[in-house]
């Protein structure tokens, strides 16, 4: 499927697309990202602890994936945390930088608020975060879905726990 594919289906010109869009990756990209946008809006406005919208960003993040096929999840874990050729992987548009920023501003209000210490190192838990989210998809891929990404989401969640909140 083309641009031209795409611009007829949606019933608009071609000339039309191009400034939203750079390409179809870009279009799929942004398609992709928005069940995630839509689920960071909403913990962003609901009125509860910072630990507590990391825990539910886990867990959904988890759950939106369980959702699809392993094949699917394997393609869509490449796409989204490697950047395409010729792109600087600090600057690239994957969804794994989205998540980082997102899972970011979680702590950064979490810290704001005094619910996380001011030492929190804000940007590593966010990439730590992040990590665990990935590399726990990535393990799931590997075994070919032999676990339940919902029930690791108790143990994710549990370290995601320990990353932020200050030891006793």
Not at 51 to 61: G, Q, T
Not at 93 to 121: H, M, Q, V, W
Request: charged letters at 20%.
């Amino acid at each position: 499927m083309g641009i031209t594919d795409i611009v007829e289906a949606a019933h608009v010109s071609v000339g039309t697309f191009y400034p939203y869009f750079k390409n179809k990756q870009d279009l799929f990209q942004n398609i992709e990202r928005l069940p995630y946008q839509h689920m960071e809006e909403n913990l962003l406005r609901q009125e509860m602890p910072a630990i507590d919208k990391l825990e539910a960003y886990v867990r959904r993040w988890m759950s939106m994936l369980e959702g699809c096929s392993v094949n699917f999840t394997r393609n869509w874990l490449h796409y989204a945390s490697v950047p395409p050729a010729g792109e600087d992987a600090q600057n690239s548009s994957n969804k794994i930088y989205y998540d980082i920023a997102a899972l970011r501003r979680i702590l950064e209000a979490g810290t704001s608020s005094g619910e996380f210490s001011p030492d929190l190192n804000v940007e590593a838990a966010a990439t730590g975060i992040a990590s665990l989210l990935y590399g726990t998809t990535l393990r799931y891929c590997s075994v070919n879905a032999s676990f339940s990404l919902e029930e690791w989401a108790d143990d994710v969640a549990t370290l995601v726990r320990n990353i932020v909140l200050p030891h006793a």
